[in-house]
């Protein structure tokens, strides 16, 4: 049972142009989601989180958006540069609000290539 | 740079050999968490600490398996008697914990490959 699904698992986009990353989830009880980006042959690298109380958080080029009823995040990267080629996952814990949160659980991924 | 640090970074091993991981967090972090990632998948959660104890496991980690942070600081974790399955990365991750959100810190990894 996939809890978090990422159902694109590529994107191109041309350099300059916004990048929208999709994620849903299935588990009623998360309540704090985040965002890595990965490179080959590395770790995940964070990037940016949401808790469920928000539905908007924005850090520079990234913002994440979160609606509760759908069951569904994205992230906005604009503008896209070729740096951010990468794999992103999105990733769920249940229990943050609470203090009792414990594992993540992630998607698949999705590789993002930005084209110059 | 004083985030996660994984070592060895590769290890090529024959099946059946014992392997083992080492991890330091993060040096404030309380929590430290073992997860598993294979070609096209998201990471798999494996165990998890808070200081020195060992508070939930996965189903995927099978009796081969045993992690341990003895002194709550650094972990180490061993597959004993390795199979070819468990060739993947094995990522270590840490965090401090927080009412505000639990943000995961991951180190580089560690590539097994089983041969």
């Known amino acids: 049972d996939q809890q978090v699904k990422q159902n694109s698992p590529s994107l191109s986009v041309q350099e300059g142009r916004i990048s929208i990353l999709n994620c849903d989830y299935t588990?009623?009880?998360?309540?704090?989601f985040l965002w890595y980006k990965k490179y080959p042959a590395e770790g995940p690298t964070f990037l940016i989180s949401?808790?469920?109380?928000?539905d908007k958080n924005e850090d520079g080029r990234f913002t994440v958006f979160l609606n509760k009823s759908a069951k569904h995040l994205s992230l906005h990267i604009v503008p896209s540069q070729p740096g951010d080629s990468a794999v992103y996952f999105c990733?769920?814990?249940?229990?943050?609000?609470?203090?009792?949160?414990?594992?993540?659980?992630f998607g698949s991924g999705t590789q993002l290539t930005v084209l110059p | 740079d004083t985030g996660v640090s994984q070592d060895p970074r590769h290890k090529i091993t024959k099946r059946g050999q014992n392997v083992t991981f080492r991890c330091d967090p993060i040096?404030?972090?309380?929590?430290l968490y073992w997860y598993r990632q294979t070609l096209g998948q998201g990471p798999e959660f494996l165990t998890y600490?808070?200081?020195?104890?060992?508070?939930?496991k996965s189903r995927l980690l099978s009796d081969r398996f045993s992690a341990e942070r003895p002194k709550g600081s650094f972990s180490t974790l061993e597959i004993q008697r390795t199979e070819q399955g468990d060739s993947a990365m094995y990522l270590c991750?840490?965090?401090?914990?927080?009412?505000?959100?639990?943000?995961?810190?991951f180190g580089e990894g560690s590539w097994l490959t089983v041969v």
């Open positions: 991750a840490s965090s401090y914990d927080r009412a505000s959100g639990n943000t995961i810190y």
């Open positions: 600490f808070q200081n020195e104890a060992q508070l939930e």
């Open positions: 990733a769920a814990s249940a229990g943050t609000l609470s203090g009792s949160a414990r594992q993540l659980t």
């Open positions: 949401i808790s469920s109380i928000k």
């Open positions: 040096s404030e972090h309380n929590r």
């Open positions: 588990n009623s009880m998360f309540d704090y």
